[in-house]
């Protein structure tokens, strides 16, 4: 597949799940499903005013206006973002990914910016399982990329497991994947826990636990 092919398919099935979350997972009630609506809006040359004007709490739309102004000066120092701007959509998922996790490769930075309740991240993904043609086309791109947090991503959109994703779950296997090399004794007791899922097996045979 080609990297435009790429790119169009990720920002279609953003679209997609966001238009799910709004209207089957409650994501109206999210700050980070208007964060990502209007980050949407704003790569696309749209309106972002009149997205967050359809906030209909002034305390949240005030909260959302607020990050996503600190959002854009984040990703305005990320040189690579302006290349491949749906970069910028999928990188706030893998940052609040990284954040709610805890992992030691969130930057300072990011916790500042992409702060988001464990619950409203996990809320992304269950939205992108509600269609599973939608969430596996997304697991076989992210599958196909070698960084550690593309395989986090493959490994919450496999539809293929009987895994039941929950939030401490989902912090787990982001914590497990989002390093290299050996593991700590803390990544140990999440791969011991995530070995019960048939998350390991199925979707991460030979990973680090031979490191």
């Not at 279609?12 to 966001?18: C, G, H, T």
């Not at 290349?83 to 990284?98: A, D, F, K, Q």
């Not at 787990?172 to 998350?199: F, K």
């Amino acid at each position: 597949m080609s990297l435009m092919n790429t790119s169009k398919l990720l920002q279609n099935s953003m679209n997609e799940i966001l238009q799910i979350w709004g209207t089957k997972h409650e994501g109206k009630s999210c700050a980070l499903y208007w964060l990502l609506r209007a980050q949407e809006a704003d790569i696309a040359g749209g309106d972002v005013s009149s997205i967050l004007s359809e906030i209909e709490s002034q305390t949240l739309q005030g909260e959302v206006r607020t990050r996503f102004s600190a959002a854009g000066d984040y990703w305005a120092d990320v040189r690579y973002s302006s290349l491949e701007p749906v970069t910028m959509l999928w990188g706030t998922i893998v940052n609040c990914l990284r954040v709610a996790a805890k992992t030691g490769r969130a930057t300072e930075g990011q916790k500042a910016v992409f702060d988001y309740e464990a619950a409203s991240v996990l809320s992304f993904f269950k939205a992108a399982w509600t269609k599973m043609e939608l969430a596996d086309g997304l697991y076989h791109i992210f599958r196909a990329m070698p960084a550690p947090e593309c395989q986090a991503m493959a490994a919450l959109l496999n539809v293929h497991v009987d895994a039941c994703l929950d939030e401490v779950v989902m912090c787990r296997l982001v914590r497990l994947l989002d390093h290299e090399g050996p593991m700590s004794p803390e990544e140990l007791e999440d791969l011991a826990t995530l070995s019960n899922t048939h998350l390991v097996n199925a979707t991460f045979s030979g990973m680090r636990g031979s490191a």
